[in-house]
């Protein structure tokens, strides 16, 4: 027999979607003691945080000192436990993803963009004369997230050029195989 207790967890996202399984033993090194690592982690000011259908999604805030200078406020988006944006130095680098291909490729209508993670990228697409933004993510609560990252990725969600599609991009083979999301297809019809 087989008794399973039914109570309301209550865990802390700033811990539970820190990516212990990846950089645990490390960040413990890098704090001395579990306890340092939990109390530095706790008092991280947490932005955001959704379970989503497909990841976790978390924004959190941290000031990052600067010597000589008041501390740098850094945005850190993670999902599922992984960093993948943050506005502290990889931030170039996810500008740079949106503005080399438009401008080596010359002026262009239309962008396919996958993944959307905090919106840098393709914040910086739409600052070029494109007539529309594509963006496949397979994590609809990262157009969400990325509100948080509005005085550093120019609001492309709120952008009439970008186009959403909520869906893997395994599933896309190439831009012109562009379908509704399976959640917005009508019942009945065919695809």
């Known amino acids: 027999m087989i008794v399973l207790g039914v109570y309301p967890a209550s865990w802390d996202p700033r811990i539970i979607d820190a990516g212990l399984y990846r950089y645990g033993a490390r960040s413990i090194e890098r704090f001395g003691s579990v ?3 939990l109390a530095t982690r706790q008092g991280i000011d947490l932005l955001f945080y959704h379970e989503g259908t497909e990841s976790s999604v978390m924004v959190e805030r941290t000031l990052r000192p600067a010597e000589g200078m008041p501390p740098e406020e850094v945005l850190t988006l993670t999902v599922d436990g992984k960093v993948e944006a943050t506005t502290g130095n990889d931030i170039r680098t996810q500008v740079l993803q949106g503005h080399i291909p438009v401008l080596v490729h010359g002026p262009t209508e239309t962008v396919l963009q996958i ?3 905090d919106g840098i990228t393709a914040g910086s697409v739409l600052r070029h004369p494109v007539k529309s933004l594509t963006v496949i993510e397979r994590e609809p609560a990262l157009f969400e ?3 948080n990252f509005a005085s550093y990725n120019y609001s492309p969600i709120d952008d009439q050029r970008l186009q959403r599609v909520v869906d893997g991009a395994w599933r896309v083979s190439s831009p012109g195989c562009l379908r509704a999301p399976r ?3 009508r019942r009945g019809s065919r695809s």
Request: aromatic share 16%; glycine share 0%.
């Open 115 to 117: 993944d959307f993670l």
């Open 183 to 185: 959640s917005s297809r």
């Open 145 to 147: 997230a990325s509100k």
């Open 35 to 37: 306890q340092e690592y």
